[in-house]
């Protein structure tokens, strides 16, 4: 008698204390959980109320990726992908972290996100890079409506005479710049200048030599409000 009331007490909840649940629960095991229990699960899990944060980890995942665009708000791909996978049907992706892609790929599917138009956070960690960095930032730029973005790269060092950028693409909107690799003050400032809104900036591993920090350096980010430097040699 105790499991069947334990049962119909559940059968009771409304589907937004579900949905409610499901906020804290990753897609992946959402599916896995409740995708066979009965149809009223299999209508709440495909339903367009539903969203959906995935961690790319396992081929159920990419059934979840294939079907499920269009309920998905937050995708990390840690794994091997296609570079065609991200389109236009995810509407509602606002936060993508991408860990593992072949930088000679990471221009043309930065350059796909622009389909993108909730897209609001992006996390790139690369473990080598045959690219300069100027190029990536340039890719960046044309997403207008971010506001994060953190890139970190093993074993880089950025170069000293930074790529310059055409003065004709419009300014970045970028709020929030965290960089994760060798980078020098000069070529920081370079691109912070694109950046008229933004005021957070984390560099994780600014490499100093002599005088790279004595130059005096025009007052260019009005909205600066968090500075941190992690020095490195």
Do not use: A
């Not at 897209?119 to 207008?144: A, H, M, P, V």
């Not at 790269?153 to 310059?164: E, G, K």
């Not at 691109?191 to 007052?219: A, C, G, Q, R």
Request: net charge neutral; with cysteine; glycine share 0%.
């Amino acid at each position: 008698m105790k499991d069947n009331y334990s049962r119909s007490i559940i059968e009771d909840f409304s589907n937004e204390l579900f949905y409610e649940i499901f906020n804290y629960l990753d897609g992946y095991h959402i599916y896995h959980i409740f995708s066979n229990i009965n149809y009223r699960f299999q209508q709440l899990i495909n339903s367009s109320s539903l969203r959906l944060k995935i961690k790319h980890c396992s081929n159920i995942s990419n059934e979840i990726l294939r079907f499920n665009k269009e309920q998905i708000y937050s995708l990390s791909l840690n794994e091997s992908f296609s570079i065609n996978l991200i389109d236009s049907l995810f509407i509602y992706l606002e936060s993508l972290r991408v860990t593992s892609i072949n930088s000679n790929e990471l221009l043309l599917f930065i350059s796909n996100l622009q389909s993108l138009s909730c897209l609001r956070s992006l996390t790139i960690k690369l473990l080598q890079c045959n690219i300069k960095d100027s190029q990536i930032y340039y890719e960046i730029f044309s997403l207008k409506m971010l506001k994060y973005f953190k890139l970190s790269i093993d074993n880089y060092s950025s170069s000293v005479q930074f790529s310059s950028f055409n003065r004709n693409k419009q300014m970045s909107h970028l709020e929030y710049l965290i960089i994760d690799y060798q980078c020098l003050f000069p070529s920081i400032t370079n691109i912070l200048s694109y950046m008229p809104s933004i005021h957070y900036v984390s560099l994780m591993k600014l490499f100093y030599y002599d005088s790279s920090l004595e130059t005096n350096y025009p007052s260019i980010w009005p909205n600066l409000t968090h500075l941190s430097i992690c020095l490195t040699t």
